[in-house]
């Protein structure tokens, strides 16, 4: 009779984490913070930039800056490969956005051309130093300046995710730094398909 009992509750146990996945995101879900993130951002030629303008897209951010040596490079190619290898029609509905946290050099034009070496589609954003430290709060990311010899002077330790913005501007994922392109993909789907 406990056997019997047992095996019920591993069959229920089964059924319900079945469910969760069908219902959940493979990736961290910040769906419950129900944050609308709102920023002041500068993009190419100084034109003012805000996330309300990227409404009715799903919106990929990832912070860095344009000196860095490997963390945004490498998660700059990662989005790059993930872009490029999604179909046309979900591609054009995705926006992926690259803000510095330097704005000490990185200018608003030299992180769009930066961004853009990845993927032409790619828009990078910058602003001064009020405006970072914002935005970057809006997405509880860390960095700290550190001084180091040779010609870079400084260098900064970051936060190495990205953030996944909703169609409605709501602040729906965050994506690690080692998260696999499959599980993203199947996650931007879902919001993509959501109403």
Known sequence: ????????????????ACGAGERGFQNTDLSSSAITPRAAMLGANSQPRGFEEFRGKVVIVYFG???CPDSCPTAMRKYASLIRNLRSKDSERIQFLFISIDPERDTAERSDTYAKLFNP????????????????????????????GGNLGYIFDHSDSAYVIDSKGQLRLALAADALIDPIVADLQKLLGEK
């Open 1 to 16: 009779m406990k056997r019997r009992a047992f095996l019920l509750l591993l069959a229920a146990l089964g059924l319900a």
């Open 65 to 67: 800056y344009t000196s």
């Open 121 to 148: 589609s790619f828009i990078g954003l910058s602003g001064d130093t009020q405006q970072i430290t914002d935005v970057s709060r809006l997405f509880n990311v860390i960095y700290t300046k550190k001084t180091v």
